[in-house]
């Protein structure tokens, strides 16, 4: 099932794609964004042997390369003979079977590749070996460009990329395993019953509005709050205790808190620092928010 929900995922990104773009330096000063002083166009540019060129223009592209690169701008990897098929084939097996959902319609088209004669599924891979072949040279090209800060830079764009990808899965993981909730902080019960009611025309707003709320509240005020989270935390303990009960006998003792996270602290200091924990995210998003 994973891997034919990867598949499914891979084949909707690759047959949706489109044209790659890079942004020209040429033209700039001209339109909207030229006005504006802001980024130059992207338009669609070939990458030879030669350089960057734009199609638009017929100039050379690595003026705009110049002012910074995305990673989104690399040459893609040209498609396995198994995605050929399926890009290939796809229309017509949802023509002939409208009904199947998009996993139905992906297995069965992986068990047509399954059946394919030899000599048929060859003609796919010569595709892809000669795709590779230019693919290796605007690759080549594509790194030859680049100056030493913007190789740094995009291997860092791809780390940050890569690390994010794997605590998305992780959690993904967790919530098809069923992980408890973590408890919500005193701050987090405050917000959640006064949002609808709170003043403000936008949820940034009506946040700043709540923030400024919560601060000017005394102790005895904030109190039941704090109790209703220590109650949270209480289910959460009891739930968590069942939950890695579960997953030792399912063999992921990878999942199991250390005995230190496990570890009890003083109620009254954990809630304190959790609130003001919560209270520093909210007041950092709204800076961000409003800059």
Known sequence: MAAALALLGRAAALLGGGRRLLRCGAGGG???????????????????GGGVVCRACGGSAERGLGRGISSEERPKRPLTAYFRFLKENRPAFRQKNPEM?????????????????ASQKQVYEDARKTDWQKYSEQLAAY?????????????????????KRRSFR????????????????GFNIF?????????????????????DSWRKLSNSQKQPYLQLAEDDK????????????????LGREDLIRSRKQRSKKNPAETETAKASSHESKAKSKLKKSEE
Do not use: C, D, H
């Open 30 to 48: 001209s339109g909207a964004a030229g006005r504006a002083g802001g980024n130059p166009p992207r338009r669609a540019v070939s990458v030879t």
């Open 143 to 163: 790194k030859a460009q680049l100056t030493p800060a913007q190789a740094a830079a995009l291997k860092e764009e791809r780390r940050k990329r890569l690390a």
């Open 101 to 117: 959902s998009n996993m139905e319609l992906v297995k069965k088209i992986a068990g047509a590749w399954k059946e394919l004669p």
């Open 170 to 185: 992780a959690k993904r993981e967790m919530t098809v395993l069923g992980k408890p909730k973590r408890p919500r902080s």
């Open 234 to 249: 209480v289910r959460y303990e009891n739930e968590m205790k069942s939950w890695e009960a579960k997953m030792v006998e």
């Open 191 to 211: 917000v959640s019953e006064n949002f609808q009611e709170s003043e403000g025309v936008s949820p940034v707003a009506k946040l700043k509005q709540l923030f």
